[in-house]
Nanobody, 118 residues
Framework: VQLVESGGGLVEPGGSLRLSCVASGYFFKVVTMSWYRQAPGKQRELVASQTGSRPNYADSVKGRFTISRDNARNMVFLQMNSLKPEDTAVYYC??????????????WGQGTQVTVSP
């Protein structure tokens, strides 16, 4: 199983970016898909997650970021609006995935850089 992100880049404050992540390989079910981020010198933190149709957001991004899933294509998206310099970080896709009905593992993507700067 592999998770591959795309969509990072450089954007000015107040701008928008959309991150995408696709899960590929052989597996039974994708349970939860999430986005984490890690800024320089800081711990990795949960940004948003979605299990089924239920989204969950960090307080710092509520009202600005939207997570969504395309279950048919095993994809998760993060629409980021009203970006702030403090949103600058490497963003990681994370999946709780069952390769078979009786097992569930965590998988991480390689990360994509998001830089918010004038």
């Amino acid at each position: 199983v592999q998770l591959v992100e795309s969509g990072g880049g450089l954007v000015e404050p107040g701008g928008s970016l959309r991150l995408s992540c696709v899960a590929s390989g052989y597996f039974f079910k994708v349970v939860t898909m999430s986005w984490y981020r890690q800024a320089p010198g800081k711990q990795r933190e949960l940004v948003a997650s979605q299990t089924g149709s239920r989204p969950n957001y960090a307080d710092s991004v509520k009202g600005r970021f939207t997570i969504s899933r395309d279950n048919a294509r095993n994809m998760v998206f993060l629409q980021m609006n009203s970006l702030k310099p403090e949103d600058t970080a490497v963003y990681y896709c994370h999946g709780d995935i069952r390769p078979s009905p009786n097992y569930e593992y965590e998988y991480w993507g390689q990360g994509t850089q998001v830089t918010v700067s004038p």
